[in-house]
């Protein structure tokens, strides 16, 4: 079985940071894309920023300049730096990452969610 375990959320003011980070555990035996995905209440959950097992990263348009994802592969870890944080970020942040198991196919996995809340 494979584990997303994420950390880092919590309540900050606007134009705070914060930094998520989500590590993968389990039996693994790769993992190619990493990403953070978010759904605030009453909309769909929206990709944030992902990145690539080679470090290409692809971010949504409403993060571009303020997130940065990055990862240790060497750890399935990936982490999301997030600067001026705006009320308009406040949702739960979900993990996802597509794991190569030592045995079996390749498969999607999500991590359990963690609150981020920019409110003054």
């Known amino acids: 079985q494979v584990q997303l375990v994420e950390s880092g959320g919590g309540l900050v003011q606007p134009g705070g940071s914060l930094r998520l980070s989500c590590a993968a555990s389990?039996?693994?035996?790769?993992?190619?894309?990493m990403g953070w995905f978010r759904q605030a209440p009453g909309k769909q959950r929206e990709l944030v920023a992902a990145?690539?097992?080679?470090?290409?990263?692809n971010y949504a348009d409403s993060v571009k300049g303020s997130f940065t994802i990055s990862r240790d592969n060497a750890r399935n870890t990936v982490f999301l730096q997030m600067n001026s944080l705006e009320p308009e970020d406040t949702a739960v942040y979900y993990c996802?990452?597509?794991?190569?198991?030592?045995?079996?196919?390749?498969?999607?996995?999500w991590g359990q969610g963690t609150q981020v809340t920019v409110s003054s």
């Open positions: 996802n990452a597509d794991v190569v198991p030592w045995r079996g196919n390749v498969h999607d996995y």
């Open positions: 990145v690539t097992r080679g470090g290409s990263t």
């Open positions: 389990g039996s693994i035996f790769t993992v190619n894309t």
